[in-house]
DNA sequence: TCCTGATCTCTTGTCGACAAGAAAAATACA
DNA sequence: TGTATTTTTCTTGTCGACAAGAGATCAGGA
């Protein structure tokens, strides 16, 4: 909430501004920080940051490309809203993408790529344990991040991820309202999940991805929306 | 070719500029008019189309932002190179997408969807006749992406097109090579996927998305590469 | 000839200033 | 008091200029 970060005030590095600035106000409005809705003001952040407003800019085209701001045209800009009316669909395609994403694992993971999805896990129980609910929601997606990452197929990483990020909000609107408390069966869940893809074992790897996958949408959905359930064989 | 284009220099309306070069650009890009690995120079854009840096600046950025060009901090930008070694994987996303939004739309269009599929469609039978491989490409995508919309899944939709336009520079590589001939079973086909939707035939459509998906697969991914072919059921 | 370092050039990155557009506020008028 | 119209204000959109980085070029020495 300060007005400028000393720490960030000192000699920058040509290019690094748009980075910075850029990260953090994702970080910001993924965590909730800035409310859907809430303006962003070009000449505030540019003062905050001690910068102009070119880089400034062009952050926000980045951030408004990936639909986390929206432009009304000459007049102002703000934080785009979570769309509660997509729910069904977006939960569709979270399902469906953790199906694929656990089962490709399954099939492509390589030496490396295990101990980098324990080392995820580790750090989301260890969330779970805190009952860190922020610390939750983002390693839980490192975690499945790391999976997808395993699955050797950037074009489902990147989709994946995205619908990982756009989740980040309601997620946080969820937890916020509920106190925090989280089942630590997700956190087993996650162990068998890393046993299906150690064992190359394609079918349970994609069972336990949309068994993993409606879990959640049950938690969240039940309350907001009736939910469809895509089932499709892959 | 022309330096600049007359009727585009008159008075412009404020902010327009940066949706005309992007759109510009885009489609240059995609219809190999820009070659993948050639340079971008922004006093060169700037002067072709006559403005300032600053918004050829933003189309640029959105246009790096869909990974379209690719920037050399502080040196030169350039059309993205064509990913050939990501090719299994993509054809895997675009089989696997083919049949998600073909059985979405069997589940969920309502009574305009169908009009503007067959206009689509008439369009992609037009184009195959004439053997103009360009409208082909585009046509083709144009008649999926409105069966993705009557499937009524933005996400899936989203993702779909961002397939669909990354395919657009490789099957125009292709067809370059082949001289622009193309099977007419891709209009059978296409018929046979909208009487299936017509129908809500959900299991039909599934099976006519994958197959129709995996000929496409197969016409140009057999000679570059061994297809794996992901097997899962939705 | 080949390596090393300084200089040059070319493109991008950043800045401050100004203009335009749209909403809000103030004014005029019945 | 209520409404139409003008003015103000606030934010974004665009511009031209300058600085920084990184390769390319060139000069000098072995």
Do not use: C, W
């Amino acid at each position: 909430m300060a007005d400028s970060d000393p720490s960030q005030m000192g000699e920058r590095r040509r290019g690094s501004g748009v980075k910075m600035v850029y990260d953090l106000l994702r970080d910001e409005i993924m965590n909730l920080e800035l409310a859907p809705g809430s303006a962003v003001d070009e000449v505030q952040l540019a003062s905050r940051f001690g910068m102009s407003r070119t880089p400034i800019r062009e952050a926000l085209v980045r951030l408004a490309a990936e639909g986390l701001i929206e432009t009304l045209p000459n007049r102002s800009t703000m934080v785009s809203n979570i769309d509660f009316l997509n729910l069904p669909a977006y939960f569709d395609a979270l399902v469906l993408m953790y199906r694929v994403t656990t089962r490709l694992a399954a099939q492509h993971h390589r030496g490396v790529d295990l101990g980098i999805i324990r080392a995820q896990q580790a750090e989301f129980s260890k969330a779970v344990q805190a009952q860190d609910a922020l610390a939750m929601i983002a390693t839980n997606a490192a975690f499945h991040s790391a999976i997808a990452a395993a699955g050797r197929n950037s074009y489902y990483s990147a989709f994946f991820e995205r619908l990982l990020n756009d989740g980040r909000r309601m997620l946080r609107l969820y937890y916020q309202s509920y106190d925090d408390r989280l089942p630590p069966r997700f956190v087993e869940e996650h162990e068998e999940i890393i046993a299906a893809i150690e064992a190359r074992d394609v079918a349970a790897a994609d069972r336990l991805g949309k068994v993993h996958g409606e879990q959640i949408v049950e938690q969240i959905g039940r309350l907001l929306t009736r939910h469809e359930g895509i089932d499709i064989e892959l």
